[in-house]
C-alpha cells in the first residue's frame, strides 16, 4: 500500500479520539487551545450584533400586537423611494420637504413629497445605526443609537462639514430619539434601552447647544410604573415604552415620544408628567421610527420599510 495513502488513514484515525474529546480538553487546559471566532473581519462583531437587534425587534412586534387604534388617524400617506426604504428618522424643513436619515446610511436624505423623490442626498460619515435627526438653522444633528451626535454645519451648502460628539450614553441604553429644544437652545435623547441609573424609567437627556455637552442626569423621566400603562398589560416594565423617536409640540410644549416594537403614541407634559397613550395601528405603521411636527402643528410620522416600502404619513389625533 502507498506509505501516503497509510500516512492519511493514521492521520485519521488518531484525530476521531481527539475529536470527540475537544471540549473535554478545552476545559482541562483553558485559553491554550485555539478557539474559532465567528466572523472575518473586524466589523463582523458589530453587524452581527445589529442583527441580533433587528431580530429582537421584530420578536417583539409578533408578541406585542397592540390594538388597532381609532384615536391616530392618518390622512395622507407616502411610499417612500428606494433610497428610505429603511427611514429611521425626519424633520420638518418646510416647501414639501423633510430632511431624513436611512439606517446604516451615513447621509442626510432630503425628501420632497410633492415629487415623491429625493432632492439632494448629503454624505457626513461612515456606515453606522443612525436613528435620530434634528434641524437648527443650517445646522443638521444626527443620533447614532451608541450616543454620538454628528453636527453637519451648512448641511444644505456645497462644503458642509462634520463635527463629532461622544456623550456618555452608549448602546446599551440604544438611543434612537432626537429633536430639537428651541426654548431651551438644547437637544434632546430619548433613549430606547435600560437607562443606566435606574430599571423604573427611561430617561431623556439634554445635550447644551451652547457647551456642546450632555447634562450627566436626565431632564425628564418616562416612569414605567405609571398607572398609564395598566391597560397595556404588559408585565415587563422596560417594554412598556421603547422610544424610536421624539417631538416637541409648537403650540402646547408637550413632548411626543414614538414607540417603534409596540407601535404607541406617549405624550407627557412640560413638567414630565405622563398625559395620554395612543395605541397605532400597525396596518398603517409596521414600525414607526420617525416624529416631527410643523410650525403650525401637524404631525408627520414615518416607518421603516416591513418586507415593503417605508412609508412617511400626515396624521390627527382624536381625543
Same mark, same amino acid.
Given at each position: ?25 478545552? %476545559?482541562?487546559? =483553558?485559553?491554550?487551545?485555539? /478557539?474559532?471566532?465567528?466572523?472575518? @473581519?473586524?466589523?463582523?462583531?458589530? *453587524?452581527? !450584533? ?93 443620533? %447614532?443609537?451608541? =450616543?454620538?451626535?454628528?453636527? /453637519?454645519?451648512?448641511?444644505?451648502? @456645497?462644503?458642509?462639514?462634520?463635527? *463629532?460628539? !461622544? ?153
Amino acid at each position: 500500500m502507498n506509505r501516503y495513502v497509510i500516512a492519511a488513514f493514521v492521520i485519521v484515525v488518531l484525530m476521531i479520539p481527539v475529536s470527540f474529546f475537544w471540549h473535554d480538553l478545552q %476545559r482541562v487546559f =483553558g485559553n491554550k487551545l485555539p /478557539v474559532v471566532e465567528a466572523g472575518m @473581519n473586524g466589523d463582523q462583531p458589530k *453587524k452581527d !450584533k445589529k442583527e441580533k437587534k433587528k431580530k429582537e425587534d421584530k420578536k417583539e412586534e409578533k408578541t406585542a400586537e397592540a390594538p388597532p387604534s381609532t384615536n391616530v388617524l392618518v390622512t395622507q400617506k407616502w411610499s417612500m423611494p428606494k433610497e428610505l426604504t429603511e427611514i429611521s428618522g425626519m424633520a420638518f424643513l418646510g416647501n414639501n420637504q423633510f430632511a431624513c436619515i436611512q439606517d446604516e446610511d451615513g447621509s442626510i436624505f432630503i425628501y420632497n413629497t410633492a415629487t415623491n423623490k429625493v432632492d439632494k442626498e448629503i454624505p457626513f460619515g461612515k456606515h453606522g445605526d443612525y436613528e435620530g435627526i434634528a434641524v437648527v438653522g443650517s445646522t443638521a444633528y444626527v443620533l %447614532r443609537s451608541d =450616543g454620538t451626535l454628528f453636527e /453637519v454645519t451648512n448641511y444644505l451648502g @456645497n462644503n458642509p462639514s462634520t463635527q *463629532k460628539y !461622544k456623550t456618555s450614553l452608549t448602546s446599551q441604553q440604544d438611543v434612537e430619539g432626537l429633536c430639537y429644544d428651541k426654548n431651551n437652545n438644547r437637544l434632546l435623547l430619548a433613549i430606547k434601552g435600560i437607562d443606566s441609573h435606574s430599571n423604573d424609567y427611561k430617561g431623556i437627556y439634554a445635550f447644551n447647544l451652547s457647551t456642546k455637552q450632555l447634562a450627566p442626569n436626565p431632564v425628564y423621566k418616562i416612569d414605567l410604573n405609571d398607572k398609564i400603562w395598566d391597560d397595556l398589560k404588559e408585565k415587563k416594565a422596560q417594554h412598556r415604552m421603547q422610544p424610536s423617536d421624539i417631538a416637541i409640540h409648537p403650540t402646547t410644549g408637550d413632548l411626543y415620544l414614538v414607540d417603534g416594537p409596540r407601535p404607541k403614541l406617549l405624550v407627557m407634559d412640560t413638567q414630565g408628567h405622563l398625559k395620554r397613550v395612543y395605541n397605532i395601528s400597525r396596518a398603517d405603521f409596521k414600525q414607526p421610527e420617525g416624529l416631527s411636527f410643523t410650525p403650525a402643528g401637524e404631525l408627520y410620522i414615518s416607518s421603516e420599510g416591513v418586507e415593503g416600502a417605508g412609508v412617511l404619513a400626515r396624521v390627527e389625533i382624536e381625543n
